[in-house]
């Protein structure tokens, strides 16, 4: 089992950045791929970032290329993700997962291991 701890999150105004982190416990962290995930109200889950179980790999989602930074310290267990720039759009739920397979990019139903969520709000 592997538990996970968003925290990071809050209400900001447009173009102001944001930094998430997310604990973990539980299992090996270092041998996990990690992704960050968003959701807004009314739609569906989708894919933000993701980081290799090294850290040598890192995927993101085009929406935010550019702006969006994800990272791990392994000798911490923590995952995180650097919001900059942010927009109104960028409102949503955010969640870190877990994947077995120790890649960058993994397909949604290859996340094993959630976190609980943070929201993250950006007002124009």
């Known amino acids: 089992q592997v538990q996970l701890v968003e925290s990071g999150g809050g209400l900001v105004q447009t173009g102001d950045s944001l930094r998430l982190s997310c604990a973990a416990s539980?299992?090996?962290?270092?041998?996990?791929?990690m992704g960050w995930f968003r959701q807004a109200p009314g739609k569906e889950r989708n894919f933000v970032a993701g980081?290799?179980?090294?850290?040598?790999?890192?995927a993101y989602a085009d929406s935010v290329k550019g702006r969006f930074t994800i990272s791990r310290d392994n000798a911490k267990n923590t995952l995180y993700l650097q919001m900059n720039s942010l927009k109104p759009e960028d409102t949503a739920v955010y969640y870190c997962a877990a994947a077995l397979n120790g890649r960058a990019s993994v397909p949604i139903t290859g996340y094993t291991y959630w976190g609980q969520g943070t929201q993250v709000t950006v007002s124009s």
């Open positions: 980081i290799s179980w090294g850290g040598g790999s890192r």
């Open positions: 539980g299992r090996t962290f270092s041998s996990f791929g």
